[in-house]
């Protein structure tokens, strides 16, 4: 009960503010801080920096996400389980984040596309938050749990730092991707805790 409780506050919480950003975004365009926090985090083209960035920009795309995906589903009997349901909540972040980007319609800064909210960004956060919820049911060791955590939620920011240093997305759109992919990922999260917790409950009324 207490899992389920927490997942649906994240849950409501990252799309309740994704929705708020969204309609900002929408009315106003560009937000306070874009601009400053922009110029803060673009890299010059050839720096160690930049290079840095287009190493790490990749672990946001499904050239890095299916593998990962597939690696996680081959170890974990707990990925297994619920293979249907984290493979929809990853196709769906994405199908709802697409749909977003033509609603709210704000273009990126180089101005050629539409940017919010950034998919590199919605779908890291996703898979993250996703690999945490499955962690968190594994049998593993705490020390290997926080590890692999803290290496999924540090890929998580990267990439999105990636996103702004390569002028690819404003911070927003960044933020907007993250908000998506943690509410997607904790809906999942909400729904498959429930569903366990309806199971224990059935169980233990036969008993």
């Known amino acids: 009960m207490h899992d389920t409780a927490n997942w649906r506050l994240v849950c409501l919480i990252a799309l309740g503010a994704f929705a708020g950003l969204s309609v900002a975004a929408f009315a106003a365009g560009l937000l ?24 790490v920009d990749p672990a946001g795309t499904w050239i890095v996400l299916l593998p990962a995906s597939l690696v996680l589903f081959a170890l974990s009997a707990e990925a297994r389980r619920g293979w249907w349901l984290w493979t929809a ?15 709210v319609g704000r273009p990126r800064p180089s101005g050629f596309a539409l940017g919010f909210p950034s998919g ?10 996703v690999l945490i919820y499955i962690l968190s049911r594994e049998r593993i060791g705490a020390v290997s749990r926080w590890a692999l955590c803290a290496l ?4 998580m920011l990267l990439v999105g730092w990636a996103r702004i240093a390569l002028r690819a997305h404003w911070p927003t759109d960044v ?7 943690i509410g997607c990922a904790a809906a999942g999260a909400w729904w498959e805790s429930a569903r366990r917790d309806a199971a224990r409950s059935r169980a233990a009324r036969r008993a």
């Not at 590199?120 to 938050?129: K, N, R």
């Open 89 to 103: 909540i990853l196709a769906g972040s994405s199908l709802i984040e697409h749909i977003s980007k033509f609603v």
């Open 120 to 129: 590199h960004s919605t779908a890291v956060a996703t898979f993250a938050v």
């Open 175 to 181: 933020l907007g991707g993250f908000l998506l992919g």
């Open 32 to 55: 306070p801080g874009d601009l400053p926090v922009r110029q803060e985090f673009v890299q010059e083209s050839g720096s160690l920096a930049y290079e840095i960035a287009r190493l």
């Open 152 to 155: 999924a939620l540090a890929t």
